[in-house]
């Protein structure tokens, strides 16, 4: 084993603070892994809480594993180091279970590396009763589980809060040969065992079947926490290697409740729900106690019913505010000032679309007035830049909408330049553009995404606009990444096969060729209405109706007002 990587991973954990040691011997010992780097994991507020709600048990041990930094894998390569956990330098196949919080589609072509440093199989039927349980949760787990099916023994589908204390009580609990258990595992709500269910393909590729065996339910059920007070979500352990290392995370709501027809997290997080004011503030004064700023985490932190009261609070304790993004159409000069006095220099916005036809298509819900509004108030209230979030190849998008793009951005940029010269000085306007990406979950599922040839026209067309355009600049999202995150975010349990090839570095034709998939099979086709989806294992609560209805909407340009408890249109509430 590697002296210099030990010394590395020691001198890492000296620099925490709220990390949990426990000693081995009479519990069930975990692996946490996070399929990227310390740096990103630590930033995942998901994979702190897991790590917190683990450790917190007497009779189980948590440790994590993190795929090394690249100087730090090339020293796994030269020496022959097996990957070993942060907390006591045991290597990965030395747990009962291995669990990895995967929040990302483009982090599973991580996952053949750290198998093969963990010197454990990749593929679920290579492994046997000598070997690890591999389990997978975090949002892709009921987002889609499929493309890692053939990898996975089981995973956790929904919100650990409420997930792991039926699942631990039965792991710590039953001795049983490998197939035996993930057959009693398979009882347990919320757990899905992908070796349970036989897959039949119609001719044309097509997802034709997925058969339960003896035991297993015909879907897994989301879990979710009903009354998020019960629980905390904030910064557990601090330590500067991370992108929030001056401040204290709190998640104070999770779930959304406008409908946004492109956002999976506003389907799979419902029902929208809030951590009350008084249930947050003992989670502010803990975060408070390391930093003194607390940055706010949840779908959409300006639609909290009491964002003010809480920033008033965080004030009168001597902290400081920040949040990742804003809700225009909530927006208050109370929460700018907040964030001013925060030491926000830049704060943005989303009008993910620069035509109100394709803004009512998404169901964004705001039009041109409100978004200019909310601009001149970030920028009265002392904002120096602003960034702009904006999604193409929008399903019916076409040049005409490109161009309005263009044109709301010089309008936003005309209402920015003014009030800044009040104050005698000029920031900058960022546009950060992503191609459109059909998840599972959302009425958008049946739309195709736009071709690679398509996509870079239009960011040619919009690089060459915002040139003209003083103060300003925009970035795009890397066309590779968007492809892939497509592929897999879209795709059923036969492109495992293509996870090597793409952790050695073939691009994705290249990959799929090789194992004989064709990537425009799952990214760039349109479904038909009675299409079986492979990520329909999963039961998310959201009927399939209601999600075609608004697709038909969303093509009519209709739009569907927020939810609203019990509203019972979705079927989540029922």
């Known amino acids: 084993m590697s002296r210099l990587l030990i010394s590395r991973m020691k001198n890492r954990l000296e620099r925490e603070r709220g990390s949990q040691a426990k000693p081995w011997g009479g519990r069930l010992t975990i692996a946490l892994v996070f399929p990227n780097t310390y740096f990103q994991a630590m930033s995942n507020l998901g994979f702190q809480t897991v790590y917190h709600l683990l450790n917190s048990r007497d009779d189980v041990l948590c440790e994590r594993f993190f795929l090394p930094d690249p100087v730090d894998l090339k020293e796994h390569e030269k020496t022959g180091t097996a990957l070993f956990s942060l907390e006591s330098q045991r290597p990965l196949a030395d747990f009962d279970v291995v669990a990895f919080s995967i929040s990302f589609e483009n982090d599973y ?108 339910p015909p879907q897994v059920r989301r879990q979710w926490v009903r009354e998020l007070d019960n629980s905390e979500s904030r910064t557990f352990v601090h330590t500067p290697d991370t992108a929030f290392a001056d401040m204290s995370l709190v998640e104070i709501s999770r779930g959304c409740s406008r409908g946004c027809r492109f956002c999976a997290a506003g389907f799979i997080y419902l029902p929208a729900r809030e951590r009350t004011l008084q249930a947050l503030l003992p989670q502010v004064e803990q975060g408070l106690c390391m930093h003194r700023k607390i940055g706010l985490v949840g779908a959409a932190v300006s639609d909290y019913s009491d964002i003010d009261d809480l920033n008033r609070e965080i004030f009168e304790r001597q902290g400081l505010v920040s949040v990742a993004s804003l809700r225009m159409d909530s927006l208050t000069a109370e929460e700018v000032d907040a964030l001013r006095e925060s030491g926000h220099r830049t704060l943005a916005l989303a009008p993910e679309a620069g035509s109100q036809r394709l803004r009512d298509l998404i169901n964004k819900g705001i039009d041109e007035g409100q978004i200019l509004s909310a601009a001149r108030l970030l920028a009265a209230g002392g904002i120096l830049n602003l960034k702009l979030y904006f999604l193409i190849g929008l399903p019916t998008e076409e040049q005409d909408d490109i161009d309005e793009l263009l ?64 103060n300003c600049e925009v970035i795009f999202e890397s066309m590779r990444s968007a492809l892939l995150q497509a592929f897999l975010s879209r795709g059923d349990r036969r492109m495992s096969a293509a996870l090597p090839l793409l952790a050695k570095g073939m691009n994705l034709k290249a990959a799929c060729r090789e194992v004989d998939l064709d990537p425009d099979f799952y990214v760039t086709r349109e479904r038909g209405e009675s299409e079986l989806f492979p990520w329909e294992i999963i039961d998310n609560g959201v009927r399939r109706d209601y999600l075609w209805s608004e697709y038909g909407r969303a093509v009519r340009g209709q739009l569907t007002p927020p939810c609203f408890p019990g509203c019972r249109r979705c079927g989540v509430c029922v």
Not at 181 to 209: F, K
Not at 443 to 459: C, F, H, N, T, Y
Request: glycine share 8%; with cysteine.
């Open 109 to 216: 072509v991580q996952l053949p590396t750290l198998f093969r440093l963990g010197r454990i199989p990749f593929y679920a039927a290579e492994r046997g009763d000598s070997h690890p349980l591999v389990l997978c949760g975090g949002v892709c787990a009921f987002l889609n589980p499929e493309p890692l099916a053939d990898i996975m023994d089981l995973f956790a589908v929904g919100e650990g809060e409420v997930l792991l204390p039926s699942l631990l009580e039965q792991l710590t609990t039953l001795e049983l040969s490998r197939p035996e258990l993930l057959a009693a595992l398979a009882g347990v709500a919320g757990v899905y065992v992908p070796s349970l269910y036989d897959v039949r393909y119609a001719e044309d590729g097509t997802l034709a079947a997925m058969m339960p065996q003896k035991g297993a």
């Open 407 to 470: 044109q709301l951005t010089a309008k936003v940029r005309e209402v920015w330049v003014e009030e800044q010269k009040k104050s005698g000085r000029l920031g900058t306007l960022t546009l950060s553009v992503n191609p459109f990406i059909p998840k599972p979950f959302t009425p958008l599922q049946w739309a195709a995404m736009d071709g690679a040839k398509v996509l870079e026209s239009k960011m040619k067309h919009i690089r060459a606009g915002i040139a003209r355009m003083p």
